[in-house]
């Protein structure tokens, strides 16, 4: 972060930036409160018998399954299968997502053509295709990976659309009034206006990878944190179950974290 330079600013300007950073970090000790309240609840109520710890397990249990998983050294294993899955899901629908949606506003022929059948595919439960999935690509990674494209394309696709057809039209005529080319227009003007669209789509494509990974997980998985999740179902392991959920979690909001360092990496850019 760059030092502050005080002489470029009011003392009320000052005294805002000041009262911004306060907010924060009340924002960050209050959610960081919360979690330690509601993880000492949990952790309480199972102890005192209030609830089965066998049925809802309890954070103590957790970390003990975490570490167990940890000894035997499958842990990183099964996370390292996971998250490949998910990275590689998430950045094939991202690309492939963006360079569709380009296509369709290039082409408001093919976009009129196709758009229906984008609606169809978003609204078609993905976890319906997965015997289909399995005679196509086998029960391997191959598979898992398909899965998790499939759920976030689409929704990439739709989102990007939406932003390049959303376009201010005042500018658009203008530079078409000034002779402007289509491939112009979108470089200058439809690709760099749509920027907060695409942080969005990324924010929300998080989610679609995670679910997607799972999701085929749940179907054709030897490995991964849902191959666990589902074996830990099977022969009533909830801890097994919890664990895995919770290093989900960690592992989601991280990769949101790295989403939201890039978004403001991209608007320090745009601002200089």
Same mark, same amino acid.
Request: aromatic share 10%.
């Given at each position: 972060?760059?030092?502050?330079?005080?002489?470029?600013?009011?003392?009320?300007?000052?005294?805002?930036?000041?009262?911004?950073?306060?907010?924060?970090?009340?924002?960050?000790?209050?959610?960081?409160?919360?979690?330690?309240?509601?993880?000492?609840?949990?952790?309480?109520?199972?102890?005192?018998?209030?609830?089965?710890?066998?049925?809802?397990?309890?954070?103590?249990?957790?970390?003990?399954?975490?570490?167990?998983?940890?000894?035997?050294?499958?842990?990183?294993?099964?996370?390292?299968?996971?998250?490949?899955?998910?990275?590689?899901?998430?950045?094939?629908?991202?690309?492939?997502?963006?360079?569709?949606?380009?296509?369709?506003?290039?082409?408001?022929?093919? *976009? +009129?053509? &196709?758009?229906?059948? !984008? @609606?169809?595919?978003?609204?078609?439960? /993905?976890?319906? =295709?997965?015997?289909?999935?399995?005679?196509?690509?086998?029960?391997?990674?191959?598979?898992?990976?398909?899965?998790?494209?499939?759920?976030?394309?689409?929704?990439?696709?739709?989102?990007?659309?939406?932003?390049?057809?959303?376009?201010?039209?005042?500018?658009?005529?203008?530079?078409?009034?000034?002779?402007?080319?289509?491939?112009?227009?979108?470089?200058?003007?439809?690709?760099?206006?749509?920027?907060?669209?695409?942080?969005?789509?990324?924010?929300?494509?998080?989610?679609?990878?995670?679910?997607?990974?799972?999701?085929?997980?749940?179907?054709?998985? *030897? +490995?991964? &944190?849902?191959?666990? !999740? @589902?074996?830990?179902?099977?022969?009533? /392991?909830?801890? =097994?179950?919890?664990?895995?959920?919770?290093?989900?979690?960690?592992?989601?909001?991280?990769?949101?974290?790295?989403?939201?360092?890039?978004?403001?990496?991209?608007?320090?850019?745009?601002?200089?």
């Amino acid at each position: 972060m760059k030092h502050l330079d005080r002489s470029q600013y009011s003392r009320e300007h000052l005294g805002f930036l000041k009262k911004r950073r306060l907010h924060a970090a009340l924002v960050w000790t209050l959610r960081l409160g919360l979690l330690v309240l509601l993880l000492g609840l949990w952790e309480l109520i199972t102890r005192l018998g209030w609830v089965d710890p066998f049925l809802t397990s309890s954070p103590s249990r957790i970390a003990a399954t975490i570490s167990g998983l940890y000894r035997d050294g499958s842990l990183f294993y099964h996370i390292g299968t996971t998250l490949w899955e998910t990275l590689a899901g998430f950045a094939i629908a991202v690309v492939l997502g963006y360079a569709v949606a380009l296509l369709l506003w290039w082409s408001e022929t093919l *976009r +009129a053509v &196709l758009e229906p059948y !984008i @609606v169809v595919l978003n609204a078609l439960p /993905k976890i319906a =295709l997965g015997p289909l999935i399995i005679i196509w690509f086998g029960t391997g990674s191959r598979a898992i990976l398909f899965m998790t494209v499939l759920v976030g394309i689409i929704v990439a696709v739709m989102h990007m659309l939406s932003a390049f057809i959303a376009t201010d039209k005042n500018k658009l005529l203008l530079l078409r009034s000034m002779g402007a080319g289509r491939l112009t227009i979108l470089t200058k003007l439809v690709i760099p206006s749509s920027l907060p669209s695409f942080i969005s789509m990324l924010k929300v494509n998080v989610g679609m990878a995670w679910i997607g990974s799972i999701m085929g997980e749940y179907i054709v998985s *030897r +490995a991964g &944190l849902g191959y666990l !999740i @589902v074996y830990g179902g099977q022969v009533f /392991k909830l801890d =097994l179950v919890m664990s895995a959920t919770a290093i989900l979690c960690v592992l989601a909001a991280g990769m949101y974290f790295l989403v939201v360092l890039l978004e403001k990496a991209l608007v320090k850019n745009t601002d200089d």
